[in-house]
């Protein structure tokens, strides 16, 4: 084992959840070092980077800026509010709104397109903009996993798993990750609403006024979510077509691109640039993602996984219900605190190792840690980044979190999902 590459690893992430520096900086600088101080070369580096999920990643962002340019996610939330009526039940709705959102598109993003216009919703209402901001960023964190589209941990159960698309809908003759977390989270937002949302006012709320999404950018819109739904059904599919993912949502958004920019030509009122859609691709996460694969890969070349795989290997070999139960908790409590796509990815490959040595199957293993790290989460801004720019749009707002109050919140949050969770797929599942 190399202890040099493991101790690279271990003081990146240190960087990554202190947030003394920029995560994505301390990432690439991290895997910079692997290469320089290890035998770790470059071109393993690059190799070990998941390029089929950058792609799928990359694609599904370009075509989700092209709707939103045509107005989704103002026409959502009009809706949204139109149909609330009161401050509560507003709050639920954004919640749910928050959550189906973030299975297609970053959760990052989903904050920025809603947080602001929940906080001025609360401060209308007389609420507490702090209590609704994060209640939008706990529903966007949690749904992400619940599709193959929306966030990096689905991608990595299709990458090391060999999950499908439809795997997430019903799998080996039981339901998956959508139905599951929905139950869950459906669950979760009513014990939230008993300790928390029914002591905000129940007063009248109007519609919320959103920017109008307008007749001329009405056809646009019919026409990402066109593609948009063409490129979801060839995920479906892909085991038929032989396509991967990543070639399959890039030709998806290769071929919007075109057709909005040949009707942009022929004067089709109301189209967008290309650049226009790209404002609304994360970088940053993509360059973050392609460092996390890259350091984990000097894990893996430094014998480092392969060494802690045989350490589990009786953990694994126990039985489906004491592996599925070990590792679904030492997952979900290590999210707590560490940024859980990182410490996903690395136990992802772990397990893979320990199950072959084993002889066992690690299916539902695969997803319990991925449910558990996603849900975990939610309990501090180290472990999702999503938490930490929902409390920095709170603060830029004018109200400040304060520790005690986030905590409350979020461990709330978080401890009753894992919870609920893991009964769930105790009793469907395992």
Do not use: C
């Amino acid at each position: 084992m190399d202890v040099l590459a493991a101790a690279v690893f271990a003081v990146t992430i240190a960087l990554i959840v202190s947030r003394y520096v920029d995560e994505v900086a301390a990432s690439l600088a991290g895997v910079t070092a692997m290469v320089l101080l290890t035998a770790y070369t470059p071109e393993e580096a690059f190799n070990f980077v998941e390029w089929n999920v950058i792609a799928i990643l990359l694609g599904m962002w370009i075509i989700a800026g092209y709707m939103i340019e045509g107005g989704f996610t103002e026409a959502t939330i009009r809706l949204v509010s139109r149909g609330a009526g009161s401050y509560r039940r507003f709050l639920l709705y954004m919640a749910l709104l928050s959550g189906f959102i973030s299975m297609f598109i970053d959760n990052v993003l989903v904050i920025l397109l809603v947080g602001s216009l929940t906080i001025a919703a609360a401060k209308k209402a007389g609420g507490n903009p702090v209590l609704a901001i994060l209640l939008v960023g706990f529903s966007a964190n949690f749904m992400g996993t619940a599709l193959l589209m929306g966030d990096l941990p689905p991608q990595l159960l299709h990458s090391v798993a060999g999950a499908e698309f439809l795997d997430f809908i019903w799998t080996r003759g039981k339901p998956g990750s959508f139905p599951l977390l929905t139950v869950t989270f459906i669950l979760t937002l009513a014990v939230f609403y008993i300790l928390f949302i029914r002591r905000e006012p129940d007063s009248l709320l109007s519609s919320v006024e959103t920017p109008g999404a307008g007749e001329s950018r009405r056809t646009l819109l019919l026409v990402s979510l066109a593609f948009f739904s063409a490129t979801v059904a060839a995920m479906a599919v892909r085991p038929l077509i032989g396509l991967p993912l990543g070639f399959i949502t890039m030709a998806g958004a290769s071929a919007l691109a075109l057709t909005v920019e040949i009707l942009k030509r022929i004067g089709v009122a109301g189209m967008r640039g290309f650049d226009d859609a790209l404002k609304h691709v994360e970088w940053r996460a993509l360059l973050f993602y392609a460092a996390l694969f890259a350091l984990v890969g000097g894990l893996e070349s430094g014998g480092v996984i392969e060494e802690i795989a045989l350490r589990i290997v009786d953990s694994i070999a126990a039985g489906e219900l004491i592996g599925y139960s070990i590792m679904y908790w030492a997952v979900g409590l290590l999210s707590l605190v560490i940024e859980h796509d990182a410490l996903l990815l690395t136990f992802l490959y772990i397990v893979r190792d320990a199950a072959t040595i084993a002889g066992v199957d690690p299916w539902s293993i695969y997803w319990g840690m991925a449910w558990s790290a996603t849900l975990a989460s939610n309990a501090t801004t180290a472990a999702a980044p999503a938490l930490y720019v929902a409390v920095a749009m709170a603060d830029r707002e004018g109200y400040r979190v304060k520790a005690l109050e986030f905590l409350k919140y979020s461990l709330t949050f978080a401890i009753s999902s894992l919870l609920i969770h893991y009964l769930l797929t105790i009793l469907l599942w395992v």
